[in-house]
Nanobody, 124 residues
Framework: QVQLVESGGGLVQAGGSPRLSCVAS????????MAWFRQVPGKEREFVGS?????????EFGDSVSGRFTISKDNAKNTLYLQSNNLKPEDTAVYYC????????????????WGPGTQVTVSR
């Protein structure tokens, strides 16, 4: 089992650049891909981006955040990061960290492990 815990959310002004963190614990050696998703009430969970966990990172982004968000990792700390830039009110959502033991995927149902999420609220 892998446990994930996100942090770094909160109330942010439009244009802000918060950084979210996700710490993994447990059987982290089984992780191949880690990803960020986000969700607003009444909508499906949306793919934000993913990164290959070991070796040379391969990073992919969803269309809605491409160019504004970056993903990075610190394997020594078992920590995944999501750096957002120029946040907009429509970026308001609960942001989730996820992990899977296989190649990257943009589909939420492909991920085995999830964190509880962290709320990011962007004010105008």
């Amino acid at each position: 089992q892998v446990q994930l815990v996100e942090s770094g959310g909160g109330l942010v002004q439009a244009g802000g650049s918060p950084r979210l963190s996700c710490v993994a614990s447990g059987r982290t050696e089984s992780i191949y891909t880690m990803a960020w998703f986000r969700q607003v009430p009444g909508k499906e969970r949306e793919f934000v981006g993913s990164i290959k966990w070991n070796g040379s990172p391969k990073i992919e982004f969803g269309d809605s955040v491409s160019g504004r968000f970056t993903i990075s990792k610190d394997n020594a700390k078992n920590t995944l990061y999501l750096q957002s830039n120029n946040l907009k009110p429509e970026d308001t959502a609960v942001y989730y960290c996820a992990a899977r033991p296989y190649v990257p995927s943009a589909r939420p149902n492909d991920y085995h492990y999830w964190g509880p999420g962290t709320q990011v609220t962007v004010s105008r």
